[in-house]
């Protein structure tokens, strides 16, 4: 699985946010000011799986990382956790299901596009 670039137009931000509010059943101010910047998604509908790196309003960078199965959909998993660039780029940082030339794809647009904190 790959980890995905989310474009920064509006267009794709604000389909990503309507994906949020559906998928995850949280309000739409829940997300004003937020900045989608990728995002990895797996499964194949009875089970699912998702990991978004988002930015605050205030510039700080979060991880969300939510799944379920058959049971469940994503709902209450939308807690964006503290992240930084410096974790992104160290052999900590991982993803479920992305593999070592993936995250390392990843880490190198991560250390050219993201900003350090």
């Known amino acids: 699985m790959k980890i995905d670039i989310i474009a920064q137009d509006e267009a794709t931000q604000a389909s990503e946010r309507a994906r949020i509010v559906s998928d995850y059943d949280v309000k739409p ?3 004003d000011g937020w900045t989608f910047i990728a995002k990895a998604c797996d499964g ?3 089970e699912e799986w998702d ?3 988002v930015r605050s309003p205030d510039g700080t960078l979060h991880e969300n990382e939510a799944g379920h199965c058959s049971c469940h959909g994503f ?3 939308w807690e964006p956790k503290p992240s930084s660039v410096a974790y992104l780029l160290s ?3 991982g993803v479920s299901g992305v593999y070592d030339e993936e995250k390392a794809e ?3 647009w991560a250390r050219e596009h993201l900003e350090a904190p």
């Open 29 to 31: 101010e829940t997300l």
């Open 44 to 46: 194949c509908g009875y």
């Open 51 to 53: 990991w978004y790196l």
């Open 75 to 77: 709902e209450e998993q």
């Open 91 to 93: 052999d900590k940082f």
């Open 106 to 108: 990843f880490q190198a």
